[in-house]
């Protein structure tokens, strides 16, 4: 077969689980050290062709063997600093490694971009946009039609990312395997990288197949830039992501009384080990796993009754891998000047739409539902005007230096999809996630004016709208009847914001709702919007994790871009204007919302409250806009 043939890895595989079973860690654990690496130089290989689902699909051939490597470590040799620098390398090696194959084959070609280059990527964008059209549109009245114009799409897109990536892999650079030692010189001294985990543990002696992983369990692993890595066990999946639940129900809900005493609860589990590892240190990379993708970690409440934010900067990563990638700046500078999107005229095509007149009376029953064009999944949903956008965007536009401005008509789905690697790229609209089952909470915020969406779909439309990148976007102008002009219908969705050309875009924010959730995959992050941004080439994201207050977060955004203009770091720059609303005694003013068909009465809050202030999270490139 020869030494790297992957039968000759499960062989080996084998027999270092007979060792294991018997006790010997010391014979298993340089087998599955030669096993692990063996995986990686095939790895590097194989996810150099083939489409998204054909490397998410070999992925996950290799889960058993990542949690099998975690659970030598934590169960087996716990003691062993070997064991868990393989079970640490094992996890920053494959944790989001098909987003990262698929960002640098993009990539490459980005940043060659001859004309046939141009014509695939622009075939591709073409061909999503088309499905996405087809996939939140319905199934209608000609069902089959809809149906093989579907499957024709798909198999296209399938057979263009195929081409995608032979074609980058002609001329990539030969990627060096990610070891302990680059990943820790890539950390900034004084710094420390949280590396959490789901995995199954196992158990070798169990005589059936299906019994020899038990129920997922979290763990966490702290890495500095010297030093041995440290760990520790958190507990039961299940368990810890009923409490992520619970507090995340607090969390969107601006008038709930206790949701300080459920994030004390949660960080009791999650953050308590820690500190004991981290110590001093208060500059934390973290790469989350699982659904603690989707919860705001310094608005956790540690034993003093204080939030993490006080205590630590936190800066998110999809793995720590990522630190590789922002070190070497393979990104460059930005091709075009700052675009700030905002306002868009829902209506636009009607008379007062073009105005950007109407008002949340006036758009009455101006939905997408009125159009053949519009979206039978978002039937219902009304994109009222969003004043605070509007006044977002006048102030973003004398901050930001050379910023150039789109509002109403102007702010579309085909202006946007012409960029061209914007240095920074603020979009202030309606956000939505739609979620592919009935989730609890949902109109916690419907009191106040927020920028995301109540949505309700039937069992077939949920059904059509199986992937979620297609379950979330932005609303942008023309999005209330469907017809956002040049083709489009007014709606970017997730999976067309992936084919935008963002690559040497230093900053995304997405100033709405929902923009940095989706479907969550353990080992591959959270399927979305932050997952569409980074294979787009941005370097660094701010997005929502629940439906957000517009008025606050139009003062949340100027003061942001202030401290970034002063050479403030992009997470510092957040956290301290997150510590101002905290500290500070202002109050929710009401107004429309970013929310869609939000109704009720309009309230005021303090934003004090979490709901203000912790919903936005940065992720990637930490530094100033000068990378310093």
């Known amino acids: 077969f020869g030494p790297d043939h992957p039968t000759v890895g499960t062989f080996v595989a084998n027999l270092s689980t007979i060792y294991w079973g018997r006790g010997d860690t010391a014979r298993s654990l340089p087998l599955l050290t030669r096993v692990s690496e063996l995986r990686e130089r095939n790895l590097a290989l194989v996810l150099t062709t083939g489409s998204e689902e054909q490397k998410r699909r070999y992925m996950a051939t290799l889960a058993n063997e990542t949690d099998a490597n975690v659970s030598f470590h934590l169960r087996a040799a716990p003691k062993d600093t070997e064991a868990a620098r393989l079970a640490l390398t094992t996890v920053l090696r494959r944790k989001g490694r098909v987003l990262d194959a698929l960002t640098d084959q993009v990539g490459s070609l980005r940043r060659r971009l001859d004309p046939q280059d141009r014509a695939l990527l622009d075939r591709l964008s073409v061909a999503r946009s088309a499905l996405a059209r087809i996939m939140i549109g319905g199934e209608g009245s000609d069902a089959a039609g809809r149906r093989a114009e579907r499957d024709k799409l798909s198999a296209e897109i399938e057979g263009l990312e195929e081409e995608v990536s032979a074609r980058s892999s002609e001329f990539r650079v030969a990627s060096k395997p990610v070891t302990l030692r680059s990943v820790q010189e890539a950390i900034p001294t004084g710094a420390a990288l949280v590396e959490l985990v789901a995995y199954r543990p196992y158990d070798p002696k169990a005589a059936a197949r299906q019994t020899r992983f038990g129920a997922a369990r979290y763990a966490a692993y702290v890495l500095r830039r010297d030093g041995e890595p440290l760990w520790t066990e958190l507990g039961d999946a299940e368990t810890i992501d009923r409490g992520v639940e619970s507090w995340r129900r607090a969390l969107m809900n601006p008038a709930s009384r206790d949701v300080k005493e459920r994030a004390r609860a949660l960080d009791e589990v999650l953050m308590s080990p820690l500190r004991k590892l981290l110590g001093q240190t208060r500059q934390v990379f973290l790469s989350p796993d699982g659904a603690l993708n989707l919860i705001p970690f310094g608005a956790l409440v540690d034993e003093g009754g204080k939030y993490l934010v006080e205590n630590y900067s936190i800066t998110y990563l999809t793995s720590g891998r990522d630190l590789l990638r922002l070190k070497s700046g393979a990104g460059g500078g930005g091709r075009q000047g700052p675009l700030v999107m905002a306002d868009p005229s829902f209506d636009a095509g009607t008379t007062a739409g073009a105005q950007g007149s109407t008002t949340g009376a006036q758009h009455g029953a101006m939905t997408r539902a009125d159009s053949n064009a519009g979206s039978p999944a978002l039937a219902g949903a009304i994109f009222s005007p969003l004043p605070g956008t509007k006044g977002e965007a006048a102030a973003l536009g004398s901050i930001i230096q050379g910023a150039r ?170 956290r301290t204007v997150q510590l101002e609303m905290l500290g500070g005694n202002s109050k929710s003013e009401g107004g429309p919302n970013r929310a869609l068909a939000s109704q009720g009465p309009n309230v005021t809050a303090n934003r004090s409250h979490p709901f203000f202030w912790a919903s936005f999270i940065q992720s990637g490139d930490w530094r100033s806009m000068n990378g310093k």
């Not at 061209?420 to 603020?426: A, T, V």
């Not at 109109?443 to 969406?453: H, K, N, P, Q, V």
């Not at 077939?460 to 609303?475: I, Q, Y």
Request: with cysteine; proline share 2%.
């Open 405 to 574: 401005v789109l509002t109403e008509g102007q702010a579309s789905e085909s202006a946007l999809k012409q960029v061209s690697g914007p240095s920074i790229l603020h979009v202030a609209t309606h956000g939505f996630f739609l979620p592919g089952r009935k989730t609890d909470g949902a109109g916690d915020a419907r009191s106040l004016e927020t920028r995301g969406m109540g949505v309700r779909m039937t069992g077939s439309e949920k059904a059509a709208v199986e992937n979620p990148l297609l379950r979330s976007g932005l609303a942008l102008a023309g999005a209330n009847r469907g017809q956002g002009g040049a083709g489009e219908d007014g709606v970017l969705t997730a999976y067309e914001a992936a084919a935008l050309d963002l690559w040497g875009t230093r900053l995304v924010v997405l100033s709405a709702c929902e923009t940095g959730v989706g479907d969550v995959r353990s080992g591959e992050g959270v399927y979305g919007l932050r997952r569409a941004l980074v294979l787009a080439g941005s370097e660094s994201q701010v997005m929502s994790l629940w439906q957000v207050d517009d008025a606050a977060t139009r003062d949340l955004m100027v003061a942001y871009y202030k401290r970034l203009e002063a050479g403030e770091g992009r997470t510092e720059a957040l």
